[in-house]
């Protein structure tokens, strides 16, 4: 088994998670897939409202993406900046919530998940019909397609305007704090707020 894709879509996951380092956060994408001469072809991909921070995000708002992907199997797509591509064990658990779906059709009996991270791509797929299983580590094939991949970080941009915002923290009492107070986590003079001075001006107490 393998999951093709464009190249077009490839270098707009690229960029996704540039983009990721760049602001110092987990991103996500949700898409579309079908079965392209029986392997799942990943062809549509969208940005859903989010909220993230260094090691997590989270879908958030009203459900607006639901109608771009009707009829075609869900692609989940996240980022891991600057680290590894790994499944952590909030991923396993969505992985297990795509693997079992209510209702689905014979056609679009499968979820596609993907995580990016500083080595890579990691892409797993989940069949649940009509005999479920599961294989990890999957390769991600590119199709030859007349779209270019020019542009793809300038458009990620726009298609996140809007879209995303960083998750406040939370010191040890569960004081919420500025999202934006220690800076972005991965950019020079940048730290997470565990790694702060406890006595600087806005830190803990």
């Given at each position: ?49 989010q909220e993230g921070s260094a090691c ?48 689905v059709e014979i056609e679009t009996a ?41 542009g793809a970080l300038a458009k990620l ?49």
């Amino acid at each position: 088994m393998y999951v093709s894709i464009s190249l077009h879509h490839l270098a707009y996951l690229q960029a996704l998670y540039d983009y990721s380092v760049e602001l110092g956060s987990e991103l996500t994408l949700l898409g579309g897939a079908r079965l392209r001469d029986e392997h799942p072809h990943i062809e549509r991909l969208v940005v859903p409202q989010q909220e993230g921070s260094a090691c997590r995000v989270e879908v958030i708002g009203p459900p607006t993406w639901l109608d771009a992907l009707e009829g075609l199997a869900l692609v989940w797509v996240h980022t891991h900046p600057g680290m590894s591509k790994f499944w952590s064990g909030i991923d396993d658990d969505t992985k297990d919530l795509l693997a079992a779906p209510p209702k689905v059709e014979i056609e679009t009996a499968f979820a596609v998940s993907v995580v990016v991270g500083k080595d890579g791509m990691k892409c797993h797929v989940a069949v649940y019909a009509p005999i479920p299983y599961e294989v990890d580590d999957v390769p991600l094939v590119v199709v030859p397609t007349p779209e270019q991949a020019k542009g793809a970080l300038a458009k990620l941009r726009n298609d996140f305007k809007g879209k995303y915002q960083k998750t406040a923290w939370y010191d040890w009492r569960g004081k919420r704090g500025a999202a934006s107070q220690y800076g972005d986590y991965g950019k020079k003079g940048g730290k997470p707020w565990y790694m702060s001075d406890p006595y600087e001006k806005g830190g803990l107490p």
